[in-house]
């Protein structure tokens, strides 16, 4: 807890403003008519309380027959009143604050998606999405509080003091003697409440952090038995979040609860000070009831609006989160004055480029040229810096020094959308959503024709599974593609490549997680792919790149050798090493499986539909695991 009760609440109200002003002011007519009928709602309470007088003065002990069936129908009229009111201004709140959320959502990610690397590695997504969905509807209740509270209740509370003033303003005094004393306590609770509810918000993404990575884990927390880790950490989040919600709870409820304490004693007051008043015939029996109604009706709006202060401390809380991330700027940007991307098949070139993380240096003035509508391939040992070069092409980070050119132009001088116009990227995880097979092809294109779609599938070999789905495409894959196996999912990414049709394509390990004969296949379909576009890919396994134009060698973030297949072997450097290391296992190796297939293929009897073939034990457990992890 920090800051002086009055910084607090400029600072909440500085952060509802821009609430208001970013999401609800645009409701502006809705929200008036709201507030036309929540005031109607309130004042029928008012009222209810005004029928009092005449209903126990005149009919009750003046005995009026003729008055009884009018203050009925009157009393009737206002509880009609007040339900059509009632119910016309939820439905009018509801709307206003759901569209508000619906857009702050939005925002969100929109935002989200732009921010960069370093951004998505500081907020994990169990983070994020607590805030975009639990901070945004935690937002969304208590803005609807506060609007009912200035809309509704201040006029309901405005009319029976009204009401109660008018029968005896003495008394009104008396009832409201204690209301002073509330304002020292309830600066306090705010600030109480606030601190608890952050603390609250902060637990929650915690939470949801955990469970993130534990359902994304979920085979290695099992083969690992880290059920009893996994439960023991979540619990101590738990019952942490359990404290905080239960003290923010605590708090806010202690203001209403004053409240209640206070109408107490100044009832007691006008009880005290009243009752003798109609004992002796100074006011009569139906001005106590009406009064005493009054203030009886007062108190529920008075309750409401005494926990209005919390509520405002928790949007506050809320809408402060939510506008960091909204004001967080990405790095990565487009350049205020874009030109235009290279035409045609570009070439690509890093010159001199040095990259580090922190202190880590992970290219080193690093120079490479991939010629166009070749294919290049990248490689040596892990943590070369092979992927940080294709996250430099498309722009996923930003080197230090150096260039990194496409087609002449420099990447960071094009538009960041022409830039990765120019990519198809097919990686191991093919990143397949819960949706069609379809759907996940075309990615809310529509310019798609049929012909294109059905030529697409065939040369990606998606033709060649469909029949075996039950509804064909538009047979559902399941969260991240998991009702389908490896080699599928790539021919879909793959499917997905050649509807962008784009000049350059970058491969990164697409076939490593396959078997032998799902491999055989994909690789077919990649090398169609591949045909007159500039082709980047990086592979571990060196049988798979020995037919590219060009091998470069990379070791410690520099590329110490490059030429072909035969020429790198007769060099006998890293490439001769590599390559001897992975042929000298005895048995089939995955190599000498895939060097054998490629031969098949050359001979032309490849290309057959991989599931059919027999696995053994290792493919099955590979594809079991890559369906969990959704690779
Ligand atoms: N976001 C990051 N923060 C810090 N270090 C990083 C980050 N991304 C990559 N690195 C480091 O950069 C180095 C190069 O990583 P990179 O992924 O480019 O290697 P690679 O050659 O593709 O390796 P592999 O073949 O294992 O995929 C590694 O040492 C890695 O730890």
């Known amino acids: 807890m920090s800051g002086s009760a009055a910084e607090i609440t400029e600072n909440s109200r500085a952060l509802v403003t821009w609430h208001w002003r970013r999401y609800l002011r645009r409701h502006i007519g809705l929200i008036a008519a709201a507030f036309v009928l929540m005031a109607l709602e309130g004042s029928m309470q008012g009222a209810m309380a005004l029928m009092m007088q005449p209903m126990f003065d005149e009919v009750f002990l003046a005995g009026d027959r003729n008055l009884l069936i009018w203050v009925g129908l009157g009393v009737f009229a206002i509880f009609t009143l007040r339900a059509l009111s009632g119910m016309g201004q939820k439905i009018l709140l509801m709307r206003i604050s759901q569209r508000a959320n619906a857009d702050m959502r939005l925002d969100l990610l929109d935002r989200m998606m732009r921010q960069d690397g370093s951004f998505h590695q500081l907020h994990p997504p169990g983070l994020?999405?607590?805030?975009?969905?639990?901070?945004?509807?935690?937002?969304?209740?208590?803005?609807?509080?506060?609007?009912?509270?200035?809309?509704?209740?201040?006029?309901?509370?405005?009319m029976l003091m009204a009401v109660a003033v008018s029968v005896d303003w003495i008394w009104t005094l008396v009832a409201l003697v204690g209301a002073p004393l509330l304002v020292a306590p309830s600066q306090i609770v705010q600030r109480f409440v606030r601190a608890r509810a952050r603390e609250a918000r902060d637990l929650g993404a915690r939470l949801s952090t955990r469970l993130d990575e534990v359902f994304h884990g979920i085979i290695p927390v099992k083969l690992n038995r880290l059920e009893h880790y996994q439960?023991?950490?979540?619990?101590?989040?738990?019952?942490?979040?359990?404290?905080?919600e239960v003290r923010a709870t605590a708090g806010a409820a202690s203001i209403p609860g004053l409240v209640d304490i206070m109408a107490g004693l100044g009832f007691i007051g006008v009880l005290w000070f009243g009752g003798g008043e109609i004992i002796s015939g100074e006011k009569t029996v139906g001005e106590f009831m009406s009064f005493f109604t009054a203030i009886g009706f007062a108190f529920e709006p008075l309750r409401r609006l005494g926990a209005l202060a919390g509520q405002w401390q928790v949007c506050a809380s809320g809408i402060e989160r939510v506008k960091a991330l909204l004001d967080a700027e990405p790095k990565l940007v487009s350049p205020p004055k874009p030109v235009a991307p290279p035409k045609g098949v570009p070439g690509v070139a890093l010159s001199d480029v040095t990259l580090a993380y922190g202190d880590t240096v992970v290219l080193n003035r690093t120079t490479l040229v991939a010629e166009p509508g070749q294919t290049t391939a990248l490689v040596g040992p892990s943590g070369a810096g092979k992927s940080t070069i294709f996250n430099l092409l498309t722009r996923l980070i930003d080197p230090q020094s150096g260039r990194v050119e496409i087609g002449g132009v420099a990447a960071s001088r094009m538009r960041l959308e022409d830039l990765r116009d120019l990519f198809s990227v097919v990686s191991q995880d093919a990143a397949l959503f819960d949706e069609t097979l379809r759907e996940n092809i075309l990615l809310g294109r529509t310019d798609v024709s049929e012909t294109?779609?059905?030529?697409?599938?065939?040369?990606?070999?998606?033709?060649?599974?469909?029949?075996?789905?039950?509804?064909?495409?538009?047979?559902?894959?399941?969260?991240?593609?998991?009702?389908?196996?490896?080699?599928?999912?790539?021919?879909?990414?793959?499917?997905?490549?050649?509807?962008?049709?784009?000049?350059?394509?970058?491969?990164?390990?697409?076939?490593?997680?396959?078997?032998a004969e799902s491999e055989a296949v994909v690789q077919e379909a990649l090398d169609r792919l591949s045909k007159g576009r500039t082709t980047l890919v990086i592979a571990h396994r060196l049988s798979t790149v020995r037919n590219a134009d060009k091998i470069v060698v990379m070791d410690r973030g520099k590329v110490v050798d490059e030429g072909r297949h035969e020429e790198l072997l007769a060099r006998g450097g890293l490439y001769a090493r590599l390559y001897s290391l992975q042929f000298k296992t005895e048995g089939p190796t995955a190599d000498s499986v895939a060097l054998a297939a490629q031969e098949t293929r050359r001979r032309g009897n490849g290309a057959g539909d991989a599931d059919s073939a027999p696995r053994d034990g290792t493919n099955l457990l590979s594809r079991i695991f890559g369906r969990w992890f959704g690779q």
């Open 452 to 515: 294109k779609l059905r030529d697409a599938l065939k040369a990606a070999h998606v033709t060649d599974f469909l029949p075996k789905l039950e509804h064909g495409l538009d047979t559902p894959v399941g969260p991240r593609g998991s009702a389908l196996s490896g080699g599928q999912r790539q021919r879909v990414a793959i499917a997905r490549a050649l509807l962008r049709d784009t000049p350059i394509l970058l491969l990164d390990e697409a076939t490593s997680a396959l078997d």
């Open 231 to 244: 439960n023991d950490r979540y619990r101590a989040l738990s019952d942490e979040l359990v404290r905080a």
């Open 128 to 158: 994020l999405i607590q805030r975009v969905q639990s901070d945004v509807a935690t937002i969304n209740l208590a803005v609807l509080g506060i609007l009912n509270g200035v809309g509704r209740d201040l006029l309901s509370v405005i």
